[in-house]
């Protein structure tokens, strides 16, 4: 009984040890990024010190605030954020509902390429689709991810498709019964029944459009830009020379918020990862 209960212990332990192995190694990142934001230039470059600052220099976060008025282009980057996650999320969980529920002939077809389009690669589609936003005059406007996300997102496609074919037709059979139209059923039944897959959805859609690079750069000024723009060589000395303190003061104020978003709903997220592929 010794033997058994000593066993499990060590068992418990030892996945224990890996598990927080695991968590370091993922936040080690993290963690370096914010010791270099409390660090002087000079202190960064003196490796003597050893990786904790002397004396911590938290007026890298006031700097990385007030120098580029980081308050405005955090507001640029949330607005497109929300336009394309509002837009891309609705228009996607449309096209999945049809796909899991519509069954026609060509379904499969159109489904075999809606996934194929996952495999081209997006550098070759952003010339012709910049000479299109152009002849549009939809350039400096941040309602163009709104206009964009309608054409919905194929991975956010199959997940909708996925978490759809879970429920069973006798719920739509009931509302159509009782003189649901197709819209109704989809908004008032469909759409809260898998609530945990549109946040996952919302989530990458956030997170796409947060991190993104190309199209802020190209299809917005200076002053309508995104953090993900003005960051790249905003925190500069008279020289040019890059300040990796606020810079990385600026870049952990730029994580926060998908992080802080990510536990706020990390419970849905994690309901959706365990429930979304059940049917397929």
């Given at each position: 009984m010794m033997?058994?209960?000593?066993?499990?212990?060590?068992?418990?332990?030892?996945?224990?040890?890996?598990?927080?192995?695991?968590?370091?190694?993922?936040?080690?990142?993290?963690?370096?990024?914010?010791?270099?934001?409390?660090?002087?230039?000079?202190?960064?470059?003196?490796?003597?010190?050893?990786?904790?600052?002397?004396?911590?220099?938290?007026?890298?976060?006031?700097?990385?605030?007030?120098?580029?008025?980081?308050?405005?282009?955090?507001?640029?980057?949330?607005?497109?954020?929300?336009?394309?996650?509002?837009?891309?999320?609705?228009?996607?969980?449309?096209?999945?509902?049809a796909f899991a529920r519509f069954q026609i002939r060509e379904t499969n077809l159109f489904f075999t390429i809606v996934l194929s389009s996952i495999m081209i690669p997006y550098i070759i589609t952003i010339i012709p689709f910049y000479l299109l936003i152009r002849n549009l005059a939809l350039t400096d406007n941040h309602f163009l991810w709104l206009i964009y996300g309608i054409s919905g997102a194929p991975f956010m496609i199959y997940l909708f498709r996925q978490f759809f074919l879970t429920i069973p037709a006798s719920f739509e059979e009931s509302a159509r019964i009782d003189g649901a139209n197709r819209w109704q059923i989809f908004f008032r039944i469909m759409l809260p029944l898998v609530k945990s897959g549109t946040v996952i959805a919302a989530m990458f859609a956030f997170q796409w459009t947060w991190q993104d690079y190309i199209m802020p750069v190209l299809f917005l000024t200076a002053k309508t830009t995104t953090l993900a723009v003005k960051l790249n060589g905003a925190y500069v000395d008279v020289q040019q020379n890059i300040l990796y303190g606020p810079l990385m003061a600026g870049v952990f104020y730029y994580i926060a918020v998908p992080v802080i978003l990510f536990f706020i709903f990390k419970r849905q997220i994690m309901e959706g990862m365990l429930t979304g592929g059940l049917k397929g």
């Open positions: 033997n058994a209960r000593l066993k499990r212990r060590l068992v418990f332990s030892i996945k224990y040890m890996i598990i927080l192995f695991m968590l370091l190694v993922f936040f080690l990142p993290i963690i370096s990024m914010f010791l270099v934001s409390l660090k002087s230039e000079a202190e960064i470059f003196d490796y003597s010190t050893g990786i904790w600052p002397q004396n911590p220099k938290w007026s890298n976060y006031v700097f990385a605030l007030t120098s580029i008025n980081y308050l405005r282009y955090l507001y640029n980057t949330v607005i497109v954020s929300v336009f394309y996650t509002i837009s891309c999320t609705f228009s996607s969980a449309m096209a999945g509902y």
